[in-house]
């Protein structure tokens, strides 16, 4: 199985920094890639960033390009979000996701979820 411990959420004013990190544990043959989603209230969960495991080939929301970066220590199985001039509008609970290459195919797997908030 694989578990997916996130850190870094909270409070933070407009204009501020936070960085998220999602660490997987386990026992699983590769993760093939890792990344963040958000989802607010009364709206769909959504893509923030994603990033291969290997390569490091990264995907952005239009939303978050420039501001966001995503990062990854792949002898640790840990993802990074780095995310600078924040807004209102990112305020969301974020969820890290891991997509894992087993025998059987590949599986995503979520964790529980760090709530950010960006407020004056």
């Known amino acids: 199985q694989v578990q997916l411990v996130e850190s870094g959420g909270g409070l933070v004013q407009p204009g501020g920094s936070l960085r998220l990190a999602c660490a997987a544990s386990?026992?699983?043959?590769?993760?093939?890639?890792m990344g963040w989603y958000r989802q607010a209230p009364g709206k769909e969960r959504e893509l923030v960033a994603d990033?291969?495991?290997?390569?490091?080939?990264?995907d952005y929301a239009d939303s978050v390009k420039g501001r966001f970066s995503i990062s990854r220590n792949d002898a640790k199985n840990t993802v990074y979000l780095q995310m600078n001039s924040l807004k209102p509008e990112d305020t969301a609970v974020y969820y890290c996701?891991?997509?894992?290459?087993?025998?059987?195919?590949?599986?995503?797997?979520w964790g529980q979820g760090t709530q950010v908030t960006v407020s004056s």
């Open positions: 996701k891991a997509a894992v290459d087993w025998s059987a195919g590949r599986y995503d797997y």
């Open positions: 386990g026992t699983f043959p590769r993760i093939f890639a």
């Open positions: 990033i291969t495991m290997g390569r490091g080939t990264t």
